[in-house]
Structure formats: C-alpha cells, structure tokens
C-alpha cells in the first residue's frame, strides 16, 4: 500500500508537467526586423496583413539586430518570416561575386536559400532600397561633386559617417576602397538612425544612406550617382521558413497580396513619417494596408 501511494503522486505529478510543457509550445509565427525604421513598419505591415486576414497568432521581433543576427535567427527557427534584400543575400550572405542583373540576383538568392537552408524567397515587394553616398547639397555643389568618382580626390580630408555593418561589408566601404580607390580620412561608426543628422549638421561629411530614407530629401542631401555601378540591386523580399508554410500554407498567398505596391516612392514616405513626422511604426504600417484595401 505504501509504494501505491508514492507511485500514484509520481504520475500525476508527470501528467501535469507534460500538460505544462505543451501548453507553453510556440504557437503561431515570429516576424523579425533588423534595426532600421523600415524594417520596423515592414515588420508591422506583414504582421498586421497576417492578423487580419488568419487567426494565426503574431510575436512581433522589432530591431532584433544588424543583417547577420537576424539572418541566423530565421536559420535557426527563432524567426519565421522577416524581409531581406536581394543584394545583401547575394553578396553577404551567399559570399558571391556583384552582379547587376537584378531579376538573375532574385533567382540565384531563392534557390540558394531553398537548397542549403530551407528558406523560400516570396514575391518581391516593388521597391529598390539600394545603398547610395550623400553629403549635404551645400558642400557638394561647392566642391563640384555629383557622382562617387568626383568624391575621389577629396576624400583623405573628409569623414564618412556609416553604420558598423556598411563599414565592414564588401558591398559597403570595403568594396568600394576597391572599385572606386577611394579612401576617406576618418571613418565614424554610428548608429542607423544617426548618420543622417550627422552628416545634415555637420559631424560628418559623407553618410551611407538608403535610397528609400525620407531623410534625403527632408534634410536636403545630395545622393552621388555611382558612376561605375558598383552597388548591386536590394530588392526588399519577405522571406520565409519551409516548415512554417507546411504548416500555414495560406501564408504565401497572403503575403505575397504585397506583391509590387510598395514602390522606391511609397516606402520613402512611409520612412518619413516615422522618422520626421514622429508617428508610431505600427499605425504606418497599419494605415497604408488599409488605403491598399488590404486589411479593414
């Protein structure tokens, strides 16, 4: 009788913690972003898209990090979904060698990814987030600069101010010590969202900037044309695990309703009104698919 006892609070004792342990199962999917404002609303407007047209649950993984952070949580199975460009794959990712051709990229990065990591490349969103160099107007017109080979001879006297990541990449300023021959005097790390005021007031004299950043126009910089075509095509792409879509299958048809709408013009406003309008990430996001007839 005695060993009766024991035995019977030892099983209940295992049921509940195996009740306990499926209970805390992740459900639902993980949207994850790096740490830049358009990923921020990228992430909200996949999420959002999501939760209003599935009763799947969303975990929200805003600035999770630079590309590499979040590259591996999604290889990992952290992450489910999250937008990657098709240049930074291509060149970062895959360490393969630049090329222009921007539908070929798409091609390579989507088979790359569903061969060696199980990953599938959905439809690209419509806009070209590429890399680009811009200096205050004021101070290119006066030394006569237009494009990064103009920059060239002027560069030991000046400062760029990058983000650690462009700074150590072959697409960034390794790359383009390469190419170009171009070499500035000092180099200063920063944050994302800080290269832009750095460069607008003075701290800096050349920024690394994104095509789509409304901070261009608002802080009234001069982007340089890369004159030898060095930067390579950064289609934004939602990217998903193949386990995730085996499970929600639906979930391809739904993001890829995103398809094309978001042009280098749209996303630029969006950027903007978050970064110099104040607004919240999350209603951005949540507005535009709503004047998309997305979501109600």
Request: with cysteine.
């Amino acid at each position: 009788m005695f060993k009766k006892k024991i035995i019977v609070p030892i099983l209940l004792i295992g049921i509940i913690l195996l009740s306990v342990g499926c209970s805390t199962q992740k459900e639902g999917i993980a949207i994850g972003g790096k740490d830049f404002t358009e990923q921020d609303i990228l992430v909200y407007i996949i999420g959002e898209l999501i939760e209003n047209n599935t009763d799947i649950p969303v975990r929200y993984r805003n600035y999770l990090g630079g590309t590499n952070i979040v590259d591996g949580a999604i290889r990992r199975g952290d992450l489910d979904i999250y937008v990657e460009y098709t240049g930074t794959a291509y060149i970062n990712l895959l360490g393969l060698e630049p090329i222009n051709d921007s539908q070929r990229v798409y091609e390579i990065v989507a088979q790359e990814y569903a061969e060696k990591f199980n990953i599938k490349w959905l439809k690209p969103l419509g806009f070209n987030n590429t890399y680009t160099l811009a200096m205050r107007r004021a101070h290119a017109e006066e030394l006569g600069i237009e494009k990064i080979s103009d920059l060239v001879p002027f560069a030991q006297d000046l400062t760029l101010g990058a983000t650690h990541e462009f700074l150590e990449r072959k697409d960034g300023y390794l790359g383009l010590q390469e190419v170009y021959g171009i070499t500035f005097g000092d180099t200063r790390g920063l944050d994302p969202g800080l290269t832009y005021a750095a460069v607008r007031d003075g701290a800096v004299d050349v920024n690394d900037a994104f095509s789509t950043d409304g901070r261009i126009v608002a802080f009234d910089l001069k982007v340089l044309e890369d004159d030898k075509n060095f930067f390579p095509p950064y289609y934004a792409v939602p990217i998903i695990r193949m386990d995730t879509l085996e499970k929600y299958p639906q979930l391809e048809e739904i993001i890829n309703k995103l398809a094309g709408r978001l042009t280098d013009e749209i996303m630029q406003k969006l950027n903007a009104k978050v970064d110099l309008d104040g607004e919240n990430a999350r209603d951005v996001a949540r507005n535009w698919l709503k004047s998309e007839g997305l979501i109600k």
